[in-house]
């Protein structure tokens, strides 16, 4: 999995329920052509980054079409959430 683009927003809760800090990242991959999730068109991660406290991690994510937006249904392996969170926190800290 190789990381080719991204974004990124603070989001706000409103309502004040949630503690600490979440944001969103759109974060564009390239799969190896042998992959499963390999698209021609490009595939997407949302991935929420929540930061409370000392506690830094994926809340939540989901993998998507990037031509279409449409949700894809599978999991990602355990190191390449932990690929996710270290690249989020990364570049938490340089904004």
Do not use: N, W
């Amino acid at each position: 999995m190789e990381i080719i683009e991204y974004s990124m927003i603070e989001l706000i809760d409103p309502t004040g329920i949630l503690t600490g800090s979440r944001y969103e990242f759109r974060i564009y991959v390239q799969f190896d052509e042998e992959d499963e999730l390999y698209d021609d068109k490009g595939t997407g991660i949302r991935v929420i980054y929540a930061v409370d406290g000392g506690e830094r991690k994926v809340a939540s994510y989901h993998l998507f079409e990037r031509a279409t937006d449409k949700v894809i249904d599978i999991d990602l392996e355990d190191d390449e959430i932990a690929q996710l969170a270290a690249f989020c926190e990364e570049h938490l800290e340089e904004e």
